[in-house]
Nanobody, 129 residues
Framework: QVRLAEFGGGLVQTGGSLTLFCAASGSGVSRINSINAMAWYRQAPGKQRELVADITPGGITNYADSVKGRFTISRDNAKNTVYLQMNSLKPEDTAVYYC???????????????????WGQGTQVTVSS
């Protein structure tokens, strides 16, 4: 199958910055052929998971209104990696951030699997006031 590994969460003061990154990789004999959109979601305590930003393979981006102008999503298609640069962080940005990969095509010993969607395990971002 495919795994998404997230890194970069932590504790930061209001106004600070953090960079999250997520790497998709095949596990065992599975290999990734292509990934469609990649995205970051977040979920704060007591709230529903919400989209933060997403990016197409061609680099078209989309942001939640709450993070526009402060967050930047980017990706490296060759490395199956997506990044989220977060600046001017606010306490309301505190949440568990999840990496998401859609339309993932993988192969096992040369045999193509059906497209699938994968999630990372989440990384905590805490912004102190």
């Amino acid at each position: 199958q495919v795994r998404l590994a997230e890194f970069g969460g932590g504790l930061v003061q209001t106004g600070g910055s953090l960079t999250l990154f997520c790497a998709a990789s095949g596990s065992g004999v599975s290999r990734i052929n292509s990934i469609n959109a990649m995205a970051w979601y977040r979920q704060a305590p007591g709230k529903q998971r919400e989209l933060v930003a997403d990016i197409t393979p061609g680099g078209i981006t989309n942001y939640a209104d709450s993070v526009k102008g402060r967050f930047t999503i980017s990706r490296d298609n060759a490395k199956n990696t997506v990044y989220l640069q977060m600046n001017s962080l606010k306490p309301e940005d505190t949440a568990v951030y999840y990496c998401n990969a859609q339309g993932v095509v993988s192969t096992v010993r040369g045999i193509r699997n059906a497209e699938n969607e994968y999630w990372g395990q989440g990384t905590q971002v805490t912004v102190s006031s």
